[in-house]
C-alpha cells in the first residue's frame, strides 16, 4: 500500500523466464491507496489468517518526505492489519532502496516504531512491524543496514525482496527492466538470511524468501537463520499443490535430522 492510490508502470510489466524458472516484474507498487484499502479490509471482515499489510512510499513522493507517507499508511491500516511490512527494497519505485542506508533508514524506522506505538497506545494492543530488504546489498551495506534495524525496535526481517541482478539467466527476457524472483534468487536470500541471524545473534525474528522451490530450500533458509519461509514466484510454475509438499517435505526433513518442530531446527546451522 502506498498513501495514494497509483497505477503502476505501463504494461507489460510482468515476465515469464520458464527457462529460468524466474519472473521479472516491475509493477511499481500499483495499489488502490490506503483510504480504499482501508474500506476493503473493513467490508472483508475479520480473516481466518493473519493479515499482513505491506507499506511504501508513493512514487512522487521525494525520500526527504518518505517517513509521512510511511506514518500516513500505518494510520489509516492499523487496525485493520495484523503486522506490518516495511517496504524499503523494491527496485521499482525510483530511489526507494536508498533509504535502506545509514541515516535515512535510521530517521525512517524512528518514525515508523513512533507511530506504530502511537496507533498501539490509541488501539490498544501493539502489533509487529518488519522491515523487508534487497538482496543486493553489499557485505558492509548488510551489517550496517542489520545493526541499524536491530537497534530501531522493529519486530523482525524479511529477507529478500527481488533482485537486480541477472547472473545466469538464459531466457530473452533477461532484458527487461524490473525486480528477479524465482529460481536465480535462491542461493542468495539464503546467504543474507544466514549473515542476518549471525549479524542479530539470532534476537530478530527472520522471514526468509526468495526462490523456494523445494522442502529443501525452505528447510536451507529455516536452518540458516529463517523462522518462517515465503513463496511467490514457485506458485506460478507449481500451482497451488506445492504447498502440500512443502509442508510434507519439510516434516520427513525435520524428523530425519531429529527436530519435533520447526522452531528447533531455526538457526540449526550456526549452532
Do not use: W
Not at 492510490?5 to 516491475?26: M, V, Y
Not at 503486522?83 to 519505485?93: A, D, E
Not at 530517521?107 to 509487529?128: N, W
Not at 529478500?160 to 524465482?182: E, K, M
Request: hydrophobic fraction near 40%; include cysteine.
Amino acid at each position: 500500500m502506498t498513501p495514494l492510490g497509483q497505477p503502476g508502470n505501463e504494461q507489460p510489466r510482468l515476465f515469464r523466464l520458464p527457462s529460468d524458472q524466474a519472473l521479472i516484474n516491475r509493477m511499481g507498487f500499483n495499489n488502490v491507496g490506503a483510504g480504499q484499502m482501508a474500506d476493503n479490509l473493513t467490508k472483508a471482515g475479520r480473516q481466518p489468517v493473519p493479515v499482513a499489510v505491506n507499506i511504501g512510499k508513493n512514487k512522487t513522493t521525494p525520500n526527504e518526505q518518505a517517513a509521512d507517507d510511511y506514518r500516513k499508511c500505518i494510520r489509516a491500516l492499523y487496525p485493520l492489519g495484523d503486522l506490518f511490512v516495511v517496504n524499503i527494497s523494491s527496485p521499482n519505485t525510483p530511489d526507494l532502496r536508498n533509504l535502506q542506508h545509514g541515516n535515512d533508514l535510521k530517521l525512517l524506522l524512528d518514525a515508523v516504531t513512533d507511530e506504530m506505538e502511537r496507533q498501539a497506545h490509541a488501539a490498544g494492543g501493539a502489533k509487529p512491524v518488519l522491515v523487508k530488504i534487497a538482496p543486493d546489498l553489499s557485505e558492509a551495506e548488510l551489517e550496517a543496514t542489520a545493526a541499524t534495524i536491530a537497534m530501531s525496535g522493529v519486530s523482525g526481517i524479511i529477507a529478500t525482496n527481488t533482485t537486480i541482478g541477472r547472473d545466469g539467466l538464459t531466457h530473452p527476457h533477461r532484458t527487461q527492466t524490473g525486480g528477479l524472483s524465482g529460481r536465480p534468487l535462491t542461493k542468495r536470500s539464503t546467504e543474507v538470511v544466514r549473515r542476518l541471524y549471525a549479524l542479530t545473534e539470532g534476537r530478530l525474528p527472520i522471514i526468509g524468501c526468495g526462490g523456494i522451490f523445494t522442502a529443501q530450500d525452505a528447510y536451507d533458509k529455516i536452518r540458516a537463520g529463517a523462522s518462517l519461509v515465503e513463496v511467490y514466484t514457485a506458485l506460478i510454475y507449481e500451482g497451488p499443490d506445492l504447498l502440500g509438499r512443502l509442508n510434507a517435505g519439510l516434516s520427513a526433513l525435520l524428523r530425519r535430522d531429529g527436530f519435533r518442530h520447526v522452531a528447533e531446527a531455526v538457526g540449526a546451522d550456526h549452532r
